[in-house]
C-alpha cells in the first residue's frame, strides 16, 4: 500500500480539495481526482529529501537569532538607502563567495538567510568550484561581505550539519 500511496492523508486531502473546487459531484470528477491525488502524492514521494543530521541543535538558536538582529539591521539600512535616494552613492553588484559547506540542506539554509535579509539576493551556486553568486544592494566592501557571511553563518552551519 505505501509504494502505491506513499502519503495516504496527502492524497486524501488532495482528493477533498479537488471534489470541493469542482461545479458538481460527479463520478468523473471523483475519479479524475483520486488520479491526481495518487500521482501528486506519488511525485511528492520522488521528491523526498535525504535525513537531516543535525550534530548541535542548540547552535541552531544561535543563529536564529543572528539572523533575526541582521535582518531587522539589514531592513533598517535598506530603508535608509530608499529614503535617502540620490543623495548617496550607492553601488550595488555581484560577489563570489568560495564556501566549505557542502551539505544540501545547510546550503538550502544559507540561501534562505541570504534571500531573506534585505539588500542581499542568493543568485546561483557553482558546484564544481562550491562558489555561490550574491548581488548585494550596498556593495562597498567585497571583503568584509565575504568576512561576515562565512563568520556568521557558514561557521556555525558547519557546526550544525557538518
Known amino acids: ?60 538558536v544561535q543563529l536564529f537569532a543572528i539572523v533575526v538582529a541582521d535582518v531587522v539591521r539589514s531592513n533598517i539600512a535598506v530603508a535608509q538607502i530608499i529614503l535617502q535616494g540620490r543623495k548617496r552613492e550607492q553601488t550595488s553588484g555581484f ?23 534585505p539588500g542581499s539576493a542568493w543568485l546561483e551556486y557553482d558546484t564544481r568550484r562550491n562558489t555561490v553568486l550574491i548581488h548585494v544592494l550596498d556593495l562597498v566592501d567585497e571583503q568584509a561581505w565575504i568576512d561576515t557571511i562565512k563568520n556568521r553563518y557558514e561557521k556555525l552551519l558547519l557546526e550544525i550539519f557538518q
Not at 21 to 34: A, E, K, P, R, T
Not at 95 to 117: G, N, Y
Request: hydrophobic share 60%; net charge positive.
Open 95 to 117: 560577489l563570489t563567495l568560495p564556501l566549505e559547506l557542502r551539505d544540501k540542506s545547510a546550503l538550502a539554509i544559507l540561501a534562505c538567510i541570504l534571500t531573506a535579509t
Open 1 to 60: 500500500m505505501s509504494r502505491i500511496l506513499p502519503y495516504p492523508l496527502l492524497a486524501l486531502s488532495l482528493l477533498i480539495m479537488w471534489l470541493l473546487l469542482q461545479q458538481s459531484f460527479s463520478v468523473g470528477n471523483i475519479l479524475l481526482g483520486s488520479v491526481l491525488a495518487v500521482l501528486a502524492s506519488r511525485a511528492m514521494a520522488a521528491l523526498r529529501p535525504d535525513p537531516v543530521k543535525i550534530r548541535k541543535p542548540l547552535k541552531m
